[in-house]
């Protein structure tokens, strides 16, 4: 099992970017997903984006397309999430989530495909 550390979070003002990283520390070559989910105070945790590690397809929620963009780097083993146009509604605690094994596309951005989770990173958007 891999772990994950993220980093990247803060604060912004609507607008403007952030880019979150998270770092595969063990075992990132059995990692075939990973994923940004966020969680807003008394909220369900929710998919935003995910990518298949081997060929780097990737998968959006609706409310981030257009203007979010996960990416990898796979001789760092590790995967990014630029945040632009941030809007207050994008705040939250961000977490990477990381799985082994196949998965199909539209369960990439379920939490429940994910087997590792980073501790997460936060991110606030002010008016």
């Known amino acids: 099992q891999g772990q994950l550390v993220e980093s990247g979070g803060g604060s912004v003002q609507a607008g403007g970017s952030l880019k979150l990283s998270c770092i595969i520390s063990?075992?990132?070559?059995?990692?075939?997903?990973m994923a940004w989910f966020r969680q807003a105070p008394g909220e369900e945790r929710e998919g935003v984006a995910s990518i298949q590690r081997k060929g780097g397809s990737t998968y959006y929620a609706d409310s981030v397309k257009g203007r979010f963009t996960i990416s990898q780097d796979a001789a760092k083993n590790t995967v990014y999430l630029q945040m632009n146009s941030l809007k207050p509604e994008d705040t939250a605690m961000y977490y990477c989530?990381?799985?082994?094994?196949?998965?199909?596309?539209?369960?990439?951005?379920?939490?429940?495909?994910?087997?590792?989770w980073g501790q997460g990173t936060q991110v606030t958007v002010s008016s």
């Open positions: 989530a990381s799985r082994a094994g196949a998965v199909s596309s539209g369960e990439s951005l379920n939490m429940m495909s994910y087997s590792e």
């Open positions: 063990r075992y990132p070559f059995s990692m075939t997903w």
